[in-house]
């Protein structure tokens, strides 16, 4: 049930409450119809900053992080609240890191970029802001750019803690992007790497791509082998 707030406006801190909550709700709505499990939930009021209408959103515990159910429309949806919260605060992290991550998901790359690195030039936040450089330079298959920001991340973060992802996945994710870029030599240790942490099967096809580049059949076969169980 929706209740209208007299004033019709809300303060940043609510807009951004607005926009995360908002692509939560959808997202929640998303795993409700698909039956995808639905992680620990805590509700909260938040305000439609143009009918000024207060409604009840769901968000994740402990934080406001997104999570990957929010459709296209939902993102598109966010953005200008979030671009609201920056003007009133253009160095707000949460809402940099949000802006940046919704404008790469409806393809606004120019615009993530820019503000991804205003969040990485951040002290503290170097590490994810780098992280999240290189998903936009990999969303735009500049991999060169993206493994550069893959190394920027273990200069701040040396084994790949505090990222918002397991190190097992960022190793993953570096060494797969060193993989596609030709750079196999440089990639397999990472994802050997990632491998020791997390047995997965991704992660052996990736190795036996490795291998098999370069021109190690048999260890290529193992590798593969592995990954069927």
Known sequence: MATRRANGYC???????????FLLLMANSVAAADDSPVPMQSPIWI???????SVLAIVNEPDYSLWNGARIEDYEHAIPLLEQVLRDDPTY???LYE???????VGLFQEALESAAVFAAQPGNEAKGYLLLSSIHVELKNRPAAIAAF????????????LGIPPWQF???YGGILLENGESEKGLPFLEKSLQMERHPDT?????ECHAALGETQKA???????LG
């Open 11 to 21: 303060g940043w801190h609510q807009l951004l409450a607005c926009a995360t909550g």
């Open 47 to 53: 305000q439609d900053p143009w009918t000024g209408d």
């Open 93 to 95: 992290s949460d809402a």
């Open 99 to 105: 802006v940046s991550t919704c404008r790469g998901k």
């Open 151 to 162: 190394s920027k991340v273990l200069e701040y973060e040396p084994e790949a803690e505090h």
């Open 171 to 173: 190793y993953f994710l």
């Open 204 to 208: 052996y096809t990736r190795i036996g």
């Open 221 to 227: 076969e193992t590798a593969w082998r592995m990954a």
